[in-house]
T-cell receptor
């Protein structure tokens, strides 16, 4: 069965420090992978996506993610975190056929001064 | 762009009443729209998938008679929570997928969500 795991429920980092949010997926075919960010009371904003090609993808707000098929991972990174990055982050896998999106349980990011 | 709007953004209603939430794709046509429910501090749970002009497909455990979905056009889907109860209070998010030919990836564009509170 398809699934997405975000092992870290909550992460706290200092402003200016680097960030890595982990995402592991289980999917039998070629996955379409996404990272979304959600601020409190808001909808989801797409940070970046991977469909094919270069396994290192760049997104908005200085985020990047690397697809590693051997590890079934799609970790999100940012070299220097800003206070405005504090939010909930969701990793998702989309089917190459059909409609289903599978979301991870999310990682809550706190940024301290 | 690919903008999806939801209306209303917040709604408070009394127990036993019905509430309608609209989801619109503003600058594209959407063959398929999705309705999710999100509980506090939790992930999104897919409730149903609606295709324009046909009946919605509900996920297991979602009451189709309680959550009525209508996808009347390629830019509008509505979710009606009938006879709402306090346990229906939640954050409801819709998403839409573009009308697209070929094998384009199946990206979804999300609305800003609707906060429903049933008193």
């Amino acid at each position: 069965a398809q699934s997405v795991t975000q092992p870290d429920i909550h992460i706290t980092v200092s402003e200016g420090a680097s960030l890595e949010l982990r995402c592991n997926y289980s999917y039998g075919a070629t996955p379409y992978l996404f990272w979304y960010v959600q601020s409190p009371g808001q909808g989801l904003q797409l940070l970046l996506k991977y469909f094919s090609g270069d396994t290192l993808v760049q997104g908005i707000k200085g985020f990047e993610a690397e697809f590693k098929r051997s590890q079934s991972s799609f970790n999100l990174r940012k070299p220097s975190v800003h206070w405005s990055d504090a939010a909930e982050y969701f990793c998702a896998v989309g089917e190459d056929t059909g409609n289903q999106f599978y979301f991870g349980t999310g990682t809550s990011l706190t940024v301290i001064p | 762009g690919a903008v999806v709007s939801q209306h209303p953004s917040r709604v408070i209603c009394k127990s036993g009443t019905s509430v309608k939430i609209e989801c619109r794709s503003l600058d594209f046509q959407a063959t398929t729209m999705f309705w999710y429910r999100q509980f506090p501090k939790q992930s999104l749970m897919l409730m149903a998938t609606s295709n324009e002009g046909s009946k919605a497909t509900y996920e297991q455990g979602v009451e189709k008679d309680k959550f009525l979905i209508n996808h009347a056009s390629l830019t509008l889907s509505t979710l009606t929570v009938t006879s709402a109860h306090p346990e229906d209070s939640s954050f409801y998010i819709c998403s839409a997928r573009k009308l697209r030919l070929g094998t384009a990836p199946r990206e979804q564009y999300f609305g800003p969500g609707t906060r429903l509170t049933v008193t």
